[in-house]
């Protein structure tokens, strides 16, 4: 069974960088077939999709995020880092971090992925 566990430092002061991470435990983020995904909810709107990275460390975002947004793994902790830079109050959501077995781009329907974390809230404020 895959675990994913996201965790943040829940408030974050507008034009700064935000970081958070997506403990991954049963499976290996590097050797295990999934991909893994960032969301986020802002309060009261849709999921949005984020970006996405391989196993392989191949990356693919959001046009509306790619030039602010990083994703990454800590390959000796088993984690999955997100970096969004010049953060702002609309940043603001409940970010969520999930696993698939094919790449999927975009997609924000819950079934179509394999494995969710609970997710994080993130609040932009100064």
């Known amino acids: 069974q895959v675990q994913l566990q996201e965790s943040g430092p829940g408030m974050v002061n507008p034009s700064q960088t935000l970081l958070l991470t997506c403990t991954v435990s049963?499976?290996?983020?590097?050797?295990?077939?999934?991909?893994w995904s960032w969301f986020r909810q802002p309060p009261g709107k849709g999921l949005e999709w984020m970006g996405v990275i391989s196993g392989s460390g191949s990356a693919w975002y959001s046009p509306s995020l790619k030039n602010r947004l990083t994703i990454s793994m800590d390959t000796s902790k088993n984690k999955v880092t997100l970096q969004l830079l010049s953060v702002t109050p609309e940043d603001t959501a409940v970010y969520y971090c999930a696993a698939s077995k094919t790449l999927i781009l975009g997609a924000t329907t819950m079934d179509s992925y394999d494995y969710w974390g609970q997710g994080t809230q993130v609040t932009v404020s100064s």
């Open positions: 049963g499976a290996s983020i590097t050797t295990s077939p999934y991909y």
